[in-house]
């Protein structure tokens, strides 16, 4: 049966890891916490993947909690979304080997959630205040808020790019997730996306960006397929834009929240967090043209952070090392666990 097996802990952080998010071409993980700060992890070998380092400390950018990170498309940059209502902007400078905090993003009321980098020039952040800013990055560590968009009706939990596109979508307290684009510079919601009965707090594309995952208060997941215009459905689709629709609902794998889901872009596996200090693996069985699609649960582990919650959870992003995936616990460690298919 698969299965998933502990390859490190990562202790050194003070307070609750909410988020451990793989570099995009490189073998480093960074973590963020309530301790306000960042930490990145890497091998202290090539030979021995169990003995992981904290190879740099990201510090004295924030006053408060780092709840959320993301690293830029190239990896030199990394943005920092923090309860002090700020996000902050890390830039690595080769010739010191270090990390600097360059630039900090203020306009957000309470709490910033969430922060995501898109794979072009654009930063999305998200508020306890109903808000989702869209950000461009200029030069000289500048950058300009393009957009405040305020069609949420409470707290906004978590955003997310689309792989390919400038398209966004943004999950919330109010129990939906919006998708947001852009014309003639100007950002509207094209599709709200209704079906949950309970806060939102997790989303992730597949790699074609055709799939949504999302993870909800209410216990499930579900997969979310687009829908082009003029499709042979018949399907209505409002201001001639691409709109989504439930595919799969998966019940009775977690019974508490679900705080994370992440979507692997190279095995195409859906992994989840919760509250039940569990996190599992679903792998798909069918549906890649169907208008269902069918999903099998693989591996669980409970447990993963003792009697602690799990709060984020994310697979590593290429080949080299597809079967990894990273843990973030309320009791401050990060854990890396390797997905292991059989015994053969």
């Known amino acids: 049966m698969p299965r998933l097996e502990l390859v490190a802990t990562l202790e050194g952080h003070q307070d609750r890891v909410w988020q451990a998010v793989w570099h995009p071409s490189k073998t480093i993980l960074a973590t963020c916490s309530g301790d306000k700060t960042v930490r990145l992890w890497a091998p202290a070998s090539h030979s021995d993947s169990s003995n992981w380092q904290c190879i740099h400390t990201l510090e004295h950018g924030h006053k408060r909690t780092i709840r959320s990170l993301a690293w830029s498309p190239s990896g030199n940059e990394i943005a920092t979304a923090s309860f002090d209502a700020t996000t902050g902007i890390w830039e690595y400078d080769a010739r010191e080997n270090d990390w600097e905090c360059v630039a900090t993003l203020e306009g957000h009321e309470n709490e910033v959630k969430s922060v995501a980098w898109s794979t072009g020039q654009l930063l999305a952040t998200c508020s306890r205040d109903k808000t989702v800013w869209i950000w461009e ?31 966004l979508a943004s999950a919330s307290y109010d129990d939906t997730i919006k998708i947001w684009r852009e014309d003639d510079d100007d950002w509207y919601c094209s599709d709200t996306l209704q079906g949950h009965t309970s806060t939102v707090w997790a989303l992730d594309f597949d790699a074609s960006g055709d799939h949504i995952v999302s993870g909800s ?102 080949e080299v090392h597809k079967d990894w995936l990273a843990t973030a616990g309320d009791d401050g460690v990060a854990r890396i666990w390797r997905y292991i298919e059989d015994d053969m």
Request: proline share 5%; charged share 20%; aromatic share 8%.
């Open 217 to 318: 208060d209410d216990q499930t997941l579900r997969i979310w397929r687009t829908i082009k215009p003029q499709n042979a459905q018949g399907i209505p689709t409002p201001s001639h834009d691409p709109t989504y629709r439930t595919v799969c609902t998966l019940s009775g794998y977690h019974n508490r929240c679900i705080y994370s889901v992440s979507w692997s872009k190279v095995n195409n596996h859906i992994a989840s967090a919760s509250g039940d200090n569990s996190v599992r693996v679903f792998v798909q069985q069918s549906g890649e043209i169907s208008e269902e699609m069918s999903w099998e649960a693989t591996a669980k582990i409970e447990a993963a952070h003792g009697v602690h919650d799990i709060n984020h959870v994310s697979w590593f992003p290429s």
């Open 137 to 167: 990055v200029e030069s000289d560590n500048d950058f300009e808020c393009l957009s405040v968009l305020q069609e949420h009706s409470q707290d906004v939990k978590m955003v997310a790019w689309h792989p390919h596109k400038e398209v």
